[in-house]
């Protein structure tokens, strides 16, 4: 019988609910403070995990505070979930919003 629901996805979703909360109560850094954690993506092995995220702008500030985090956030999640091994972190900005308001405003170029 197939499972419904991957196991990969549910430690998605865990990710991105803890990962969220850590930025809201544990990060000090005012550059990653204006972040919001849009998707996880988790391998099917599940030992990577990719990290979207967006901001006001995808700026050099927000991507050295991440990266200077990541040992943080790995040992935050390991304390919080209950897996055997927490996934190696790759945080990705989210182009998608980006991209859709550009194809709004040619839209509405065109239309006017």
Known sequence: MPKD???SDRISQQIKKEIA???SSE??????KKISI???EVAHDLKNA???YVAD????????GLKRSLPFFRSLLAKRMSTRGIPK??????K???ESTKISKLLDSVIS
């Open 21 to 23: 909360d850590i930025l």
């Open 50 to 52: 990719k990290v979207f």
């Open 5 to 7: 629901y991957p196991r």
């Open 38 to 40: 849009i998707d996880v």
């Open 57 to 64: 702008h995808n700026n050099e500030e927000i991507v050295k």
């Open 89 to 94: 972190l790759h945080f990705e900005y989210d």
């Open 27 to 32: 990060i000090k850094d005012p550059a990653l």
């Open 96 to 98: 998608t919003i980006d």
